[in-house]
């Protein structure tokens, strides 16, 4: 059953043969081994052969869901890298089905922290894009892309492209070399990518850690629709949870989507009403997040702070040992078999003595119900 990668990387993902030959090349079944990808997008199209707003959220063909609200648990996407370091689109496919099957999770984050979007080349940000694109269209809910980049005209260019590949939303980091130094400078910037893309949903994606940009978002909400019609909501990875129960106060989580991007901390966000998250742990825990969603909205507290103190125990401790991307990718591949790669510089690959503890850890964790 060549080009189904469902066999290439768990047994128990076999698929029943019965259904398999019912189906032929249909849903479950891989695309295409990746070869390189069709390039389309790339170049500058008027408005006029762009179509009308609608156009490019509906691409042909897509069976994703084009209007359905982001919610629920959505992973940042890692990169596959080949052992001597290009991307490996080639396990995407197999990523996916372990992804819907194995973590309960259909949206994806790409080409974000997690992703080292900011370590691609523009072109093999278009290439993955369109890999997660392609493979995710019969089995995703949402395939998110994150478009941000320093430069203004290639933040848009990757906006054009995430649109005309029939993405279901972009999503923008500030940019943190020069930095934008008011709210103004920044909805600006945003605003001159996000209307690159104006039949596809925008979301701002707060990460001031990394960027070092600091503007509360609570501040750059307000009045944001004006400016940018396609706005729809802010992936929030901050632990100031005062801005975000503010934005969520003033803006209300039917509007806008927020999504809580600090995976430690999750059941505090939840309280203050967030409507999903989006971070690397639920590569490999989003099941066990699910529980905790679940026993929240249920509402079972105390049930939910048992998962959160059981993921909080796993994070506290890889974190003592020095956890990001690199460590990120080395606890994916031991959890679901499928070979991330290294990471790229200047990130380095995780110890076999991290990779060491972090399985025991991991292993050693009593879930409820045990399952
Ligand atoms: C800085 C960073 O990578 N943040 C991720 C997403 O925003 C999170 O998912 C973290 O990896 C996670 O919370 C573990 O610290
Ligand atoms: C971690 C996260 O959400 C990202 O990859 O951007």
């Given at each position: 059953?060549?080009?189904?990668?469902?066999?290439?990387?768990?047994?128990?993902?076999?698929?029943?043969?019965?259904?398999a030959?019912?189906?032929?090349?249909a849903?479950?079944?891989?695309?295409?081994?990746?070869?390189?990808?069709?390039?389309?997008?790339?170049?500058?199209?008027s408005?006029?052969?762009?179509?009308?707003?609608?156009?490019?959220?509906?691409?042909?063909?897509?069976?994703?869901?084009?209007?359905?609200?982001?919610?629920?648990?959505?992973?940042?996407?890692?990169?596959?890298?080949?052992?001597?370091?290009?991307?490996?689109?080639?396990?995407?496919?197999?990523?996916?089905?372990?992804?819907?099957?194995?973590?309960?999770?259909?949206?994806?984050?790409?080409?974000?922290?997690?992703?080292?979007?900011?370590?691609?080349?523009?072109?093999?940000r278009?290439?993955?894009?369109e890999?997660?694109?392609?493979?995710?269209?019969?089995?995703?809910?949402?395939?998110?892309?994150?478009?941000?980049?320093?430069?203004?005209?290639?933040?848009?260019?990757?906006?054009?492209?995430?649109?005309?590949?029939?993405?279901?939303?972009?999503?923008?980091?500030?940019?943190?070399?020069?930095?934008?130094?008011?709210?103004?400078?920044?909805?600006?910037?945003?605003?001159?990518?996000?209307?690159?893309?104006?039949?596809?949903p925008?979301?701002?994606?707060?990460?001031?850690?990394?960027?070092?940009?600091?503007?509360?978002?609570?501040?750059?909400?307000?009045?944001?629709?004006?400016?940018?019609?396609?706005?729809?909501?802010?992936?929030?990875?901050?632990t100031?949870?005062?801005?975000?129960?503010?934005?969520?106060?003033?803006n209300?989580?039917?509007?806008?989507?927020?999504?809580?991007?600090?995976?430690?901390?999750?059941?505090?966000?939840?309280?203050?009403?967030?409507?999903?998250?989006?971070?690397?742990?639920?590569?490999?825990?989003?099941?066990?997040?699910?529980?905790?969603?679940?026993?929240?909205?249920?509402?079972?507290?105390?049930?939910?702070?048992?998962?959160?103190?059981l993921?909080?125990?796993?994070?506290?401790f890889?974190?003592?040992?020095?956890?990001?991307?690199?460590?990120?990718?080395?606890?994916?591949?031991?959890?679901?078999?499928?070979?991330?790669?290294?990471?790229?510089?200047?990130?380095?690959?995780?110890?076999?003595?991290?990779?060491?503890?972090?399985?025991?850890?991991?292993?050693?964790?009593?879930?409820?119900?045990?399952?």
């Amino acid at each position: 059953m060549p080009g189904d990668c469902t066999l290439l990387f768990h047994k128990k993902f076999a698929p029943n043969p019965l259904h398999a030959s019912a189906r032929g090349a249909a849903r479950g079944l891989c695309l295409t081994p990746a070869g390189p990808a069709p390039r389309r997008g790339g170049v500058r199209r008027s408005r006029a052969e762009r179509g009308p707003p609608t156009a490019a959220a509906e691409p042909p063909g897509s069976s994703m869901t084009p209007g359905k609200k982001l919610e629920g648990l959505v992973a940042a996407a890692i990169t596959p890298m080949t052992p001597d370091g290009q991307i490996n689109l080639s396990v995407i496919c197999q990523y996916v089905d372990y992804l819907v099957r194995e973590q309960n999770v259909k949206n994806i984050f790409v080409n974000g922290t997690t992703g080292e979007g900011l370590s691609l080349s523009i072109q093999e940000r278009k290439q993955l894009a369109e890999e997660w694109v392609r493979q995710g269209k019969d089995k995703l809910d949402h395939v998110i892309i994150h478009v941000g980049a320093l430069s203004l005209p290639e933040s848009q260019d990757l906006a054009r492209h995430a649109a005309a590949i029939g993405a279901s939303g972009i999503a923008v980091i500030a940019p943190f070399f020069f930095k934008p130094t008011n709210k103004d400078e920044l909805v600006a910037f945003l605003q001159k990518v996000a209307s690159e893309a104006p039949g596809v949903p925008f979301y701002y994606y707060h990460i001031p850690p990394l960027t070092g940009v600091k503007i509360r978002v609570e501040e750059l909400l307000d009045g944001i629709r004006e400016q940018i019609p396609t706005f729809q909501g802010v992936k929030f990875s901050d632990t100031d949870l005062l801005d975000l129960a503010q934005c969520i106060n003033k803006n209300g989580s039917e509007q806008f989507a927020f999504l809580y991007g600090v995976d430690e901390q999750l059941l505090g966000a939840l309280a203050v009403g967030v409507n999903g998250a989006v971070g690397s742990t639920y590569n490999y825990l989003g099941r066990k997040t699910e529980l905790m969603l679940q026993a929240f909205a249920k509402p079972d507290l105390a049930l939910a702070q048992k998962y959160q103190f059981l993921i909080g125990e796993f994070l506290n401790f890889v974190i003592k040992l020095g956890f990001g991307v690199a460590q990120t990718k080395a606890v994916m591949t031991f959890v679901s078999g499928i070979p991330m790669g290294p990471p790229r510089l200047p990130l380095v690959n995780a110890s076999e003595e991290f990779i060491a503890k972090a399985k025991a850890k991991l292993d050693s964790i009593a879930w409820p119900n045990s399952d």
